[in-house]
């Protein structure tokens, strides 16, 4: 079974993240294969919650078993711009 973070990311349930992201849900945890909630939201294109997540420290370089990384599935999806775009809205200081 899916962690529920994982769940409400791919499904874009914003709200329900941030709320178990301030009940201390962990940010990476993920699926047995290692796809975690930041891949999950690129994969679906929910921008908000990629934002979010890498604001509460998700490691935007973790990889699956297969090897895919968050960026690999956004450039595989067509999403390489909107990640790019998520991350130009936290990294203020880059």
């Not at 297969?66 to 936290?90: C, E, K, S």
């Amino acid at each position: 079974m899916p962690p529920p973070l994982w769940v409400a990311a791919s499904y874009g349930h914003l709200e329900f993240c941030r709320l178990l992201l301030a009940h201390g849900a962990d940010v990476d945890l993920g699926l047995e294969e290692g796809g975690t909630p930041l891949m999950a939201a690129c994969d679906a294109g929910h921008i908000d919650i990629v934002i979010l997540l890498v604001k509460h420290g998700a490691n935007i370089e973790t990889a699956d078993k297969f090897g895919n990384t968050a960026l690999t599935i956004a450039l595989a999806t067509g999403r390489v711009g909107f990640f790019i775009r998520g991350l130009n809205g936290i990294c203020q200081k880059c």
